[in-house]
Every structure is written in C-alpha cells, then in structure tokens.
C-alpha cells in the first residue's frame, strides 16, 4: 500500500516533465514560425531583392556564432533550465524587435540578436529533452520536435491570418510574445534542474563520431531551414501560385514534417537509425526534385510533402544519438552537434538567396535536393 502513491508521484512527476518540456518546444517553434511567416511582408516593406534578403539573412548564422562558445559552457554552469527560460524569454523579445526594425541595419543587429538567443533555447531544450527520454527509458526525443513541428504549422496559420487582415508584423509579434512569455512561466517550475557543479572548459571539440551527426543534422537542416524561409517565395516566384495559395507549399511542409516526427520514434527502433537516416534523405532529394522538375501547383505540393516527411525525423534522431554520447556531458554533446546542425539552418536561406541572386530561385533549390542526398550518404558511411 506504501508502494503505490510513491510510484503514482513519480508516474506525475515525469509526466509534468514531459509536457513542461513539450511546452517550451512548442513556444521555441511558435517565435520562429511567426518570424519565418513574415519575411515575406518584410522583404516588400523594406524593397529588398532575393540576393539582399539573402544578404540580411545571413545575419542568423552570425548570432549563432556569436552564441556558439556561450551556450554549451552556460549549460554545465547554470544548467539547461535556467538557460532554458531565460534565452526562451529573450527569444520572444527579440521577435518583437524585427517587427521595429525601421531600415536594413537595424533588421541586421535585431536579427543576430534573434540568432544568439535561437542557439541558446535550441541547445537548452534539447539537453532537457535528452534527460527526459533517460528518465522514460524509451524513443520520445522525435515527439518533442514534433511539438515544434506543430507549432510551426500553427505559426504559419496565425501569419496567414495576420497577413489577410493586414496586420503589422510589430503587433503580430506582439501578440507571441505575450503567449510565448506565459507559456513560459507556467512550464518553468516544471523543468528538470541539472546544474552541475563546475562548469568546464568554454568549448570542447567534439569527437569523430558527433562531427558526423552534426554533418548529418547539418544537412538536413539546410533543407528544413530553406522551407522556412523561401517556400511561400518559391511558390510565388516560380510555381506563380494565386497569391491566395502561396503558402501552401508550406504548410504541406509543416503538415508532413509534423506527422513524421510522431511515427519517427517507433520507424527508428523498428528499422534501426541509419535506415531512418537513410529514408529520410532519399525523401528530402525526391520532393526537391520534384518541386524543381515539375514546378506546378500540385506537383510542387506534393514534392514539399514529401521533403517535410524526409526532413521530420533526422534532428531528433541525431539529437537523441548525441545526447548518449560517451565521451562528453550530454548538455555538451548537443551543443556540439546542435550547433553545426543548426549553422545549416540558418546558413541556407541567406546562400538560397545568393544562389538566386547569381541563376534562379529554382536553381538554388537544385542545391537543397544535393543535401538531402548528402544525408544519405554520410549516414550510409557513418557507424551507427
């Protein structure tokens, strides 16, 4: 009788883990989702071709970088709760100072800021989602990404919304970082607190075998990190959608890449890891490929279908590999391999806009197709 209420406290105690870390993935996709639905609007505010959006974009990649020798040291001395809801926090406000950006140089410095703290939360909430998964000694690490995935979707709703009603991005962002700053207070006294002792080193290289994921995640992030910021474009420069339907490629993105992250954790210990790497990969490849070859309505939609399937399950997969590492502190071994994985997310829509810049927006995603077929042939390579 002693036996039961202790074990239902800890059946609670997880599982209000589980849904506070759930809840920070969902307010992590929601800020960036908001952001990705208004570039659009902003590059006509601001009069910027694709190569100068391109250029302006390349401003993310610097805020990670910036971030890059912070985020893991801040985790193994504060640990990733702290961090967690204090970047989360700043994640918001940042999303809010776009909306303000009055000129180029000022959309440049609020967007490094908005890549600094996109690390930071990137890092920290896989490293709380890691040591979820250790607790339910189970795949759930995919599910979570799969909460971001959604908020996405949502993110892209609420941009179309804010788009047809002609809403400013200002008061559009606004709007998310008054939900986003709830969310977070609410799961905040939820999260696990895994502050160490000391802190080590500022920044450890990581070994062979995490090179390889961050190469991994690297390259599919690149593709996942192109949707996000050049589908509605595409489909309104080169599949020439009615302007009611260019965002429809990506929210067929979203709907797929959403879905795929719920079934990844039961596909990937049915299958094995490099198989589902390996899949994925080829279904990224195939749907750029069919987006480029066949740039129509229907087709396109189905390619970006398939692209947002291929993308959904490798992050959380080699996250989830990383976070096991033996050589390094989990929270580490995430900043390593998040962090190159992430550089590809960030570094593709600005080299998309170079590329389209030099040829043609629907040549620079011939580039996109090349990574997805990159995944397959490092996981193939690799040992995992």
Not at 58 to 81: D, E, N, Q
Request: charged fraction near 10%; hydrophobic fraction near 55%.
């Amino acid at each position: 009788m002693i036996d039961t209420p202790i074990k239902t406290q800890s059946v609670n105690t997880r599982l209000q883990l589980r849904i506070a870390v759930g809840a920070m993935f969902f307010m992590a996709g929601l800020s960036f989702s908001s952001w990705a639905s208004r570039i659009a609007s902003v590059q006509q505010t601001m009069g910027l071709s694709d190569a100068a959006l391109g250029a302006v974009l390349f401003s993310l990649p610097v805020g990670l970088m910036l971030s890059l020798p912070f985020s893991g040291w801040l985790i193994t001395k504060i640990g990733s709760r702290k961090l967690l809801i204090g970047a989360l926090l700043v994640y918001a406000v940042a999303l809010v100072t776009l909306g303000l950006a009055q000129n180029t140089f000022q959309l440049i410095v609020c967007l490094i800021c908005f890549g600094f703290s996109s690390n930071a939360v990137n890092i920290s909430v896989n490293t709380q989602a890691v040591a979820t998964e250790q607790i339910y000694q189970k795949p759930i690490l995919a599910s979570f990404h799969g909460l971001w995935s959604l908020a996405g979707f949502a993110g892209a709703g609420i941009g179309t919304f804010m788009i047809a009603n002609g809403i400013a991005p200002f008061h559009h962002f606004l709007l998310m970082m008054v939900v986003i700053a709830a969310g977070v207070v609410i799961a905040a006294r939820y999260l696990k607190d895994d502050k160490v002792a000391s802190a080590g080193p500022v920044f450890v290289m990581p070994d062979k075998s995490l090179i390889k994921l961050g190469v991994i995640a690297f390259c599919s992030m690149i593709c996942e990190g192109a949707m996000f910021d050049w589908s509605v474009i595409y489909f309104k420069k080169v599949v020439l959608a009615p302007t009611a339907l260019v965002g429809i490629g990506f929210t067929a993105f979203m709907f797929t890449m959403a879905g795929g992250r719920f079934v990844a954790d039961w596909f990937a210990h049915r299958f094995g890891l490099k198989r589902t790497l390996q899949v994925s990969g080829s279904l990224t490849a195939a749907g750029l490929a069919i987006a480029v070859i066949f740039p129509y309505l229907y087709t396109a939609i189905a390619g970006f279908l398939l692209v947002g399937a291929g993308v959904s399950s490798v992050v959380p997969m080699v996250y989830s590999a990383a976070g096991k590492s033996k050589t390094m502190q989990p929270g580490v071994a995430l900043a390593a391999v998040s962090t190159i994985g992430f550089m590809g997310f960030l570094i593709g829509p600005p080299v998309i806009g170079f590329i389209a810049g030099i040829a043609t927006l629907r040549a620079s995603f011939v580039l996109i197709a090349l990574m997805g077929v990159s995944v397959v042939v490092v996981s193939t390579k690799a040992k995992l």
